[in-house]
Nanobody, 120 residues
């Protein structure tokens, strides 16, 4: 069994910054990818940023240059530094990971979500 726990959401003014963190725990042998998705009210869940192999990253075009994803494979954590936040970044942010367990088999896990609100 694998669990993802997120932290760091909250209310921030436009132009401000927030840092989201996610920690994976459980029967983890290795982590293939970790990512952040978001879902705004009335919209589909979308990929924000993904990291694989410890350093290969990709970003949604809407956040490129403003958000930075980083990970620590040894600690099974991933962070999302969000700068120059805009009202349209308001959403519930979900941590996602593709994990090889100790069983072993591959599982995709999701966190419970953390709300980010960008408003003045």
């Amino acid at each position: 069994q694998v669990q993802l726990v997120e932290s760091g959401g909250g209310l921030v003014q436009p132009g401000g910054s927030l840092r989201l963190s996610c920690a994976a725990s459980g029967n983890i042998f290795s982590i293939n990818t970790m990512a952040w998705y978001r879902q705004a009210p009335g919209k589909q869940r979308e990929l924000v940023a993904r990291i694989s192999g410890g350093s290969n990253t990709n970003y949604a075009s809407s956040v490129k240059g403003r958000f930075t994803i980083s990970g620590d494979n040894a600690k099974h954590t991933v962070n999302l530094q969000m700068n120059s936040l805009k009202p349209e970044d308001t959403a519930v942010y979900y941590c996602n990971a593709v994990i090889v367990t100790t069983t072993p088999y591959s599982v995709e896990a999701w966190g419970q979500g953390t709300l980010v609100t960008v408003s003045s």
